[in-house]
């Protein structure tokens, strides 16, 4: 019985196609919608993870003031002995790399391009996990005496170079001339939307000799031992800068220490929360296309009352008929959403790679949203499926 209502129904589905395409249009729409917005949401967040974990790992960042980014609270900076006390006295410290950073304008040639400075040490590659395209990292006596070196990133090297080797050319960096002694490999944009690549690695003293002007360092990134606690090498670190800084018990902190671990959860929470606001609002279209359905179905009952008033008085039972038109409409809630998945699927892998990030196929959205879809039809067919069985044969028989 079931074979034959399942086949009278695909035959009623067929005898209208277009009426029947534009009744699924609102269910393919929705679907498509939805797993679009999780697919991306997901490539996004793995996107900003990765962003994340190539800062380094077991990385600390610390800068001065409460909080980071512009308008930062007023603070001193740090120096060149806050630095060296890590170093000695947290034995988890791996990697410690101060920074001094200053925006410049350098030039190669007939070619300029603004980028900024950073001084720091061979530390800052290692705690950062950069690798050199070419070249090499500083020597001993370059960092120790503040030679005019440099190692460039790949933005810097287009920017100037174009197709050429930059090892052991000379750029001009404000008002002196400055070796390029290495190329960094790329990596890209950060989790916060900046160029990695756009920068010029220099020796921490070259830059404060020539540069900025003083012997500040603006910030500095600790990397902990494998193995060690990042929470426990934090707290040594804060106490021990307290006591550098001269921080009173009742006084704050003029200082933030932040991990990468920290900054990956709140990209990542965040570009969750945005990936399930958008769902929702993508899938409002299957509750409309769930009405679409209804309407369509109720339409189709009186259109084909008399068809009914036959079956029934000819012995057809009342759940026949009722079943006939629920399967009606879960069939065409289901092929509205097995198109919108292949149409979600299309769409996901061309908007991943224009958006460059990475396409992760999730059959559990897929799932779930190819069972929604049917459920929509289950839900908003059952009330046309029940007034056609509740149809009285004798009044069908006449309605024309």
Partial sequence: MLWNTLL????????NLMRSFLTVLGIVIGVAAVVIMVTLGNGATKSVSDQISSMGSNLLMVMPGQR?????????SFKSADIEAIRSQISSAEWVAPVAGKSVTTVYQSRNWPT??????????????????AGRMFGEGEERGGKAVCVIGETVRKKLFGGQNPVGCEIRV?????EVVGVLKSKGQSGMGSDQDDSIIMPLKTVQRRLTGNQDVSRFTVSVRKGASIDAATRQLTLLL????????????????MDTRQIAQTLTSTTKILTMLLSAVAAVSLLVGGIGIMNIMLVSVTERTREIGIRLAIGALEREVL?????????????????????????SMALARAMNIPYLFDLKI???SFLF?????????FFPARRAAGLNPIDALRHE
């Fill in 8 to 15: 009278l129904s695909l035959r009623a589905i067929r005898r």
């Fill in 68 to 76: 980071f980014g512009p308008g930062s609270d007023a603070a001193p």
């Fill in 116 to 133: 900024v400075v950073s001084g720091t040490s061979n530390d800052y590659f290692h705690a950062g996990n950069w690798e050199l395209a």
């Fill in 174 to 178: 404000k008002d002196f001339s400055c």
């Fill in 242 to 257: 307290r006591e550098r800084r001269k921080i009173g018990d009742n006084e704050e902190d003029d200082f933030r220490v």
């Fill in 323 to 347: 079943l006939q038109f629920l399967i009606e409409a879960v069939v065409l809630a289901g092929m509205g959403g097995l198109a919108g998945i292949a149409l979600a699927t299309g769409a």
């Fill in 366 to 368: 897929n799932l779930l």
């Fill in 373 to 381: 879809s049917t459920a929509i039809g289950v839900i908003f067919g």
